[in-house]
């Protein structure tokens, strides 16, 4: 059985996946850890938890031994709007920590390790419809410059030590559960909390805004399909493209309305402006498509109503 250690396991997505995986796999195979964030109860009592720094490789070679772990997902991020307001601290969590991960699972023989990667790596320069896997990687954010580091790395680990990482660039995440930390694309989950509390929401971004964008159900899927994928088919390893939905803030304000008419909409750009516009419209994820079998199940009217849905249940 694999034992399956989850780093970041209380924020967005670290903390749903936690949970999938605890059904899949099996509650005491997933090891859920954070550095000082409490956890909810369902991730407390669900299954094994663990406070630790991933920058203290001491304590973090005890965890992995007390859990005989063979696989690390590595959840931990600084994101692109708090990197921008503290690069150091980005280049430290998501580069030191990073390092920390894939040294211990070189030494420990690990089985595998999965680092997500972002949108982020993309930049002004590179093509923004369709974004094509291979391209131009010259981010503006040091979120950005970090995952591209990484995305390195982590294929220089598969070709140098035959370790086995994988990675794939989430787009914008929206999801109902736990609210996002410090992205660009927050505004994505913001716009439907408001949406059910105030019927209004004034919007970080300009409303032609058009990003790449993924429902938490498809996220959950695209992660655990790529963990579950046959190394030998990979051609890629750290940096598959994956693709979901493309909107603008106006077309979501739309989708909005079919179920809450009275819906309103203003706009007040900040910095997160210039970090949208320097990231793609759309995304081309056909190696993922081809080499795992990658296909989102959600679009975004339907995300629209499952959303709303339930936030109508959580919020009222
Ligand atoms: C962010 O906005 O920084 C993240 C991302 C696209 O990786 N959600």
Redesign the pocket.
Known sequence: MKKILIIGAVGQIGSELTLKMREIYGNDNVVASTRKTEPTQKIKESGPFEFFDVMDKQRFNEVCEKYKIDYIINMAAI???VGEKNPMLAWDVNMNGLINVLELAREKNMKQVLIPS???VFGPETPQVNTPQETILRPTTM?GVTKVAGELLGDYYVRRFGLDVRGLR????ISHETL?G?????YAVAIYYEAIKEKKYTCFVKEDTRLPMMYMPDCLKSTIDLFEADFNKLKHHSDFNVGAMSFSVAEMADSIRKYIPDFEISYEPDFRQAIADS?PDSVDDSAAREEWGWSPDYDLDAMTKDMLEQLEKKLK
């Open positions: 994101l692109s709007a972002s949108i982020a979120y989430y787009p914008g995440i996002p410090g992205g660009t694309t927050d990231w």
